[in-house]
């Protein structure tokens, strides 16, 4: 017996609705073309290693903000990312503590962003200076709006008291 063709829907909203339901719909656009669509669910299991940088994301998950510092004498340059070696002369750096206070170098606010970050969206992402050092971090901003915002606004660092080790365990708050 012949399957029934699966439904045909003008608005994508229908068609995503009718995918969960039944895996397969037909989309015809404005000009009458048809598209069959199918719901195709896969998964990956990634297995990614943070080798070098591994000890600023376990830092995360202990509430520290790790940066690192060029260990030659006549350099000494600072770094509030993870850096193996030194990005001014090359030598190889160790790690550091960075406050966990800041103030905003630099801000967006994204109306649009990835999956992860969509039920939060529109949200802020900064660039944060911390007091002695040479380099900014790129983190999100939360329980501010994009009127609060302005450069060399004071924020304090928040983490994920369920660390997922990743970017995402910490964010930004403004200082109160
Ligand atoms: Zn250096």
């Given at each position: 017996?012949?399957?029934?063709?699966?439904?045909?829907?003008?608005?994508?909203?229908?068609?995503?609705?009718?995918?969960?339901?039944?895996?397969?719909?037909?989309?015809?656009?404005?000009?009458?073309?048809?598209?069959?669509?199918?719901?195709?669910?896969?998964?990956?299991?990634?297995?990614?290693?943070?080798?070098?940088?591994?000890?600023f994301f376990l830092g995360l998950a202990e509430g520290k903000l790790?940066?690192?510092?060029?260990?030659?004498?006549?350099?000494?340059?600072?770094?509030?990312?993870?850096?193996?070696?030194?990005?001014?002369?090359?030598?190889?750096?160790?790690?550091?503590?960075?406050?966990?206070?800041?103030?905003?170098?630099?801000?967006?606010?994204?109306?649009?962003?990835?999956?992860a970050f969509?039920k939060e969206?529109?949200?802020?992402?900064?660039?944060?200076?911390?007091?002695?050092?040479?380099?900014?971090?790129?983190?999100r901003?939360k329980?501010?709006?994009?009127?609060?915002?302005?450069?060399?606004?004071?924020?304090?660092a928040r983490f994920d008291p369920n660390p997922k080790y990743s970017i995402t365990d910490v964010w930004?708050v403004?200082?109160?």
């Open positions: 017996m012949a399957r029934a063709a699966p439904p045909v829907f003008q608005k994508f909203r229908d068609v995503q609705a009718e995918l969960a339901k039944s895996g397969a719909a037909i989309f015809r656009d404005a000009n009458g073309g048809e598209s069959l669509i199918i719901h195709f669910p896969y998964s990956i299991n990634y297995i990614h290693s943070y080798a070098e940088d591994s000890r790790m940066g690192s510092r060029c260990t030659a004498k006549k350099c000494g340059a600072t770094f509030a990312t993870p850096r193996g070696h030194c990005m001014s002369c090359g030598a190889p750096t160790e790690w550091i503590d960075l406050p966990l206070r800041g103030k905003i170098h630099s801000w967006t606010t994204c109306h649009f962003g990835s999956e969509l969206t529109p949200y802020n992402l900064v660039l944060i200076e911390f007091e002695g050092i040479g380099s900014v971090m790129l983190a901003l329980d501010a709006v994009e009127s609060d915002l302005y450069v060399g606004m004071p924020v304090e930004f403004p200082v109160r």
